[in-house]
Each structure stands twice: as structure tokens, then as C-alpha cells.
């Protein structure tokens, strides 16, 4: 299986990234997918969650500011992150929800 998050990268805060999920296959398009990160010395956690019928949840901590969205016919998945801060610093991993294997994450930092 190849996994891979992109789109990372420095910005000042109140700045945007787009992040993008690529696979292998076509377990992006079939799974609940979803974006994680993790800053350094704290715990991964759930940024956002993507169902294969399109139904969505956010973490507290970036909603009305981060849109997942899926194109199944490219088999890709988008986080879309706007006004971001500097706690949202941290290394972006995505995967289906249900695999076991992290692949390759993407870093952001955002600085104040």
C-alpha cells in the first residue's frame, strides 16, 4: 500500500494550505477516510472525518476554519485549512480509518 499526505508547508497565521491524501488502489474512495496530526509532544488525534457517502465530522478545535472533501473518481482526499493558527503546527497524516498503516505525513507550521 502506498500512502501519502502533500501539501505542507511554513505559513503565517491567519494563512491556508491545502493538504491532499494520495493511495495506491482505490481505498480512498471505498473507506472512511480521515486527516490526523500530530504536534510535537502530544498524542496523534482526529483533525477530521470523511465517510464514503460524503458525511463529515470535525474535531472541536478546527471547525469553521478546515473542509475534508473526497473525489473518489481520483481517489484522493482533501483538508482544505483556512485562518490557521500556530497550535495547528503539526505533522498531517491521513489514511482510512480502518487500516492500520500511517504511510508518509506532511508537516505544517504555522508561525505567530
Known amino acids: 500500500v502506498q500512502l501519502q499526505a502533500f501539501g505542507g508547508g511554513l505559513v503565517q497565521a491567519g494563512g491556508f494550505l491545502r493538504l491532499s491524501c494520495a493511495a495506491s488502489g482505490s481505498i480512498l474512495s471505498t473507506n472512511v477516510v480521515a486527516w490526523y496530526r500530530q504536534a510535537p509532544g502530544k498524542q496523534r488525534e482526529l483533525v477530521a472525518k470523511i465517510t464514503s457517502e460524503g458525511s463529515i465530522n470535525y474535531a472541536d478545535s478546527v471547525k469553521g476554519r478546515f473542509t475534508i472533501s473526497r473525489d473518489n473518481a481520483k481517489n484522493t482526499v482533501y483538508l482544505q485549512m483556512n485562518s490557521l493558527k500556530p497550535e495547528d503546527t503539526a505533522v498531517y497524516y491521513c489514511?482510512?480509518?480502518?487500516?492500520?498503516?500511517w504511510g508518509k505525513g506532511t508537516q505544517v507550521t504555522v508561525s505567530s
Open positions: 489514511k482510512p480509518v480502518a487500516m492500520d498503516y
